[in-house]
Each structure stands twice: as C-alpha cells, then as structure tokens.
C-alpha cells in the first residue's frame, strides 16, 4: 500500500502545508539547517519507513541547494523510505540547454543526470523548455512538467478588462499562446536579441489596433528583469499603456525587482512557485491534484 508523506524544505513550509490540506496527506517534520563551517545538518523527525515521500522545496539558487536534497534523500532511504520524489516548482538549469561556444558544458543535462542518479521522481512547473523538448529526453526516471497557464489565464480572466497579451520573445510564444487561447484573448509575440546576461534588444510590431486592451507582459521566468523593463520601454515608445507584468518564476536576481519598480512598473504578479512578494497566482491546486494521480492514478476526491 502506497503511503504518501509530504516533507517541506526550509522556505517551503506553507507550500507543503497548502498540498497537505488539499491532499489529506499527511506533513512530516525535519530539522535542517547549516553547519558554521557551511555543511548541512539534518535530522528526519518523523517515522518514515516504508513511507513515500514528498520533498516540497525549490531549485532556486540550485548550487546550494543540490547537495542538501541529496543528502536527505539518502538519509530518507537510510531511515527505510521506500521512495523519494522531489516537487521542484522551479527547475534550476534548464536555460543552459545547448553548448553555445566551444568550451561550454551542456548543464541542463548535468543536472538532469545527477538529480536522476538518486531520485525516484520529479515533478515540477513551467521548466524552461525550449532546446529541450520534453524532460524525459535528459531525465531517466519519471519527470513530470505541469503548466501552470490555466491557474495565469483564470487569474487574467478574473483581474484584466480587455487583456492584450504580450510576448517578450519568440521562446514566450508556447506558453503566452496557451494562456491566450484560455483566457480568450489575443496576443503579440515581440522580437528579442540577447546582447549579454544584462542587455536585451526587444521590437515591437504594430499595435495600434490594441490602444484600447490592458497590455499584459507574460514570461516563464524574471530573472534580472531586463526583458520585461526592456519590453516595457518599447511599449511605451510604441504608445502602449504600461503593462501589467506576470512571470511564473519570480527569481528576481539581485537588485531585479527594486529595478523593474524603478522602470515604473507597478503591476507585477507571478506564481507561488518561488516565495517573493508579487506571488499572487497559487500553483498548490496544480500539484495536489498532480501528486494525488500520480501516486494513487485516480483524480483527487
Ligand atoms: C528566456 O529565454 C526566458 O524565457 C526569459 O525571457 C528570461 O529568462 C528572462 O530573463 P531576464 O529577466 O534576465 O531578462
């Protein structure tokens, strides 16, 4: 009999606490924390033999993070754990998907194969999928990759009079098109030239038969923010009232946010898949329901 047991990594407590009400699975407790010389110290609080477990937690600044979950994962198994999945609403290294220069390695793949080598499963959101067409062409054991436009295209649908929505660059077609199509509304895909990990190009085709819609900026992940403030320039040269602003993953690098603030943005919204202030759109229905399928192959009642 399968027994499901949802563990939370630090940072991810009311995540797991939101798929634990949702779910009825029970929540275990652990004690994780840093050594003072950096290590990691952890403790399984919880009886968890025979147990399936459910790490919730985040690959959001993954260097740190990888050997971590590792490390529980073996002392999960240690302690009689008859599997361990990791719920991963943001999927580190999936944007390293090529070797662009000579020299480079293909990390995405790296990745893919480390966390594959001592998981059983992953089950994760909107991942950057792009070179990469599906996550089972680099991971070896069941990886899951749920989309979380329905709950983006509901939130528009409830928030947004007469939405327009905008793609950064052509990458952003797949979901933006998505969240459109269910939120019956139209929208534009822009052109962006990448100049660097700081600087982008963005052009604007013709909008003036939009001048009456909500412009509605939509991309998988803000990162340093310099496509959307970029993309919110063209906009505004092109006569476009200034966008309301949605990623999924709010990653926000370094000082990313107080930057889009500053480019007077003041409408930004993303999904609960990273803690951070603009988290408005919940993804915890998307993998309850998710988590109940996959381990009992049935809708969650
Ligand atoms: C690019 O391929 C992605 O879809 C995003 O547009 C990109 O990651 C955003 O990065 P940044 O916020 O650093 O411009």
Request: charged fraction near 15%.
């Amino acid at each position: 009999m399968i027994k499901p047991l949802l563990l939370a990594l630090p940072g991810y407590e009311p995540l797991a606490a939101s798929i634990a009400q949702k779910t009825a699975f029970p929540l275990g407790q652990l004690e994780m924390r840093r050594f003072p010389d950096g290590e990691t110290y952890l403790r399984i609080l919880t009886d968890v033999s025979e147990m399936s477990i459910i790490l919730v937690g985040s690959l959001y600044h993954p260097d740190e993070k990888i050997i971590p979950i590792y490390l529980l994962t073996a002392t999960l198994r240690a302690n009689g754990a008859a599997s361990v999945t990791l719920v991963v609403p943001y999927l580190a290294y999936m944007r390293q998907d090529k070797i662009f220069m000579k020299g480079e390695g293909l990390t995405a793949a790296y990745i893919a194969t480390l966390l594959s080598s001592f998981l059983d499963g992953l089950i994760t959101i909107d991942p950057h999928l792009h070179r990469i067409g599906h996550l089972e062409e680099v991971y070896t054991i069941p990886a899951i990759a749920l989309q979380a436009y329905p709950l983006i295209a509901q939130w528009i649908k409830t928030n947004i009079p007469h939405p327009i929505l905008i793609g950064p660059d052509s990458e952003s077609e797949q979901w933006v098109c998505q969240v459109a199509t269910a939120a019956q509304c139209p929208y534009i895909i822009l052109q962006k030239k990448r100049k660097g990990d700081r600087e982008v190009e963005i052009s604007v085709p013709d909008t003036d038969k939009y001048k009456n819609h909500t412009p509605v900026l939509v991309d998988d992940i803000i990162s340093t923010a310099h496509t959307m403030i970029e993309t919110v320039y063209q906009l505004r040269k092109a006569g476009m009232e200034d966008p309301v602003c949605i990623g999924v993953h709010a990653i926000f690098a370094g000082t990313a946010y107080t930057d889009l603030i500053a480019a007077g943005v003041s409408k930004i919204h993303t999904c609960t898949t990273i803690p951070h202030p603009t988290n408005t759109i919940d993804i915890s229905p998307l993998l309850s329901t998710c988590l109940y399928q996959y381990f009992f192959s049935a809708p969650l009642p």
